[in-house]
């Protein structure tokens, strides 16, 4: 109980608001994109065409290449977060050098040795969530690619139209479950983007957490490149009345 009072409950209350705007925006993303276009729901609808085109060509390199292209694009972010982790850990066994380090500038409030390992391990659990994300989502890229060596060929006439429906729908599904995953990490990222500026101030930390949330929202539901998205072959149009079950 000692410990936690030495940490402060203004310091409990900043994480508290973190997991609220992180847990909150995650639901809310979630919920509104059945409702509305968004990145994740106008990307699924492309998805579903690339793999429907990708069963009516016969050479099936340029999909390959670009599966492996954003497997590694993910792999880059997995890799990052274990030489971050790695900082952090180091990080971690010297929280006397950082604590004088920062005493020398004005504007960061001091924090005891207590309160500096606090924040350095939330860090770091951050970052930990990031990583398995980051595999899970190269797991399932991998996957992908396993659906896209196994579709049918164009000319395979043991295989009904329906099976090729099912194979795009269901292959467009791992790839926007991989890329769910991918998404979930890319949010950590920015929310420990928030967690630096906690060495500030609590308050400071606050107003970051609540300012992510808001760069978020605009670039999944307001940003150029969803209004360029939409409109490419009319996808918000089909989102939510052309076959629902397809792009579901």
């Known amino acids: 109980m000692e410990e936690l009072a030495e940490i402060g409950s203004l310091n409990f209350i900043s994480l508290g608001w973190l997991v609220f ?7 809310f993303a979630h919920y509104r994109a059945r409702r509305s276009a968004s990145l994740s729901s106008v990307l699924h609808v492309h998805r579903v065409n690339w793999m429907r085109r990708m069963l009516q060509r016969e050479v099936r390199v340029g999909d390959a290449a670009l599966l492996a292209n954003i497997e590694r694009n993910v792999n880059f972010f997995a890799s990052s977060c274990v030489l971050i982790i790695a ?9 006397d050098k950082i604590s004088e380090m920062l005493g020398t500038i004005s504007f960061i409030e001091g924090d005891n040795l207590l309160e500096l390992e606090f924040k350095v391990l939330v860090l770091i659990a951050i970052f930990i969530y990031a990583y398995f994300t980051f595999t899970w989502s190269m797991r399932q890229f991998g996957f992908a690619s396993v659906l896209v060596g196994a579709a049918p060929m164009p000319g395979d006439e043991t295989v009904t139209a329906n099976d090729r429906r099912s194979m795009a729908i269901y292959s467009a599904k791992v790839i926007d479950q991989a890329s769910h995953s991918y998404n979930n990490g890319l949010r950590a990222f920015y929310f420990s983007m928030a967690v630096l500026s906690w060495f500030i101030s609590p308050w400071v930390f606050m107003f970051g957490a609540a300012l992510v949330t808001a760069v978020l929202y ?5 940003s150029g490149a969803l209004k360029s998205m939409k409109r490419a072959e009319n996808v918000a149009a089909k989102i939510f009345t052309d076959d629902k079950d397809l792009y579901r």
Do not use: I
């Not at 705007?21 to 639901?27: L, Q, T």
């Not at 900082?87 to 929280?95: K, N, P």
């Open 21 to 27: 705007c992180w847990y909150g925006y995650a639901s």
């Open 87 to 95: 900082g952090l850990l180091t990080a971690l066994t010297a929280t």
């Open 218 to 222: 605009h670039r999944e539901f307001r």
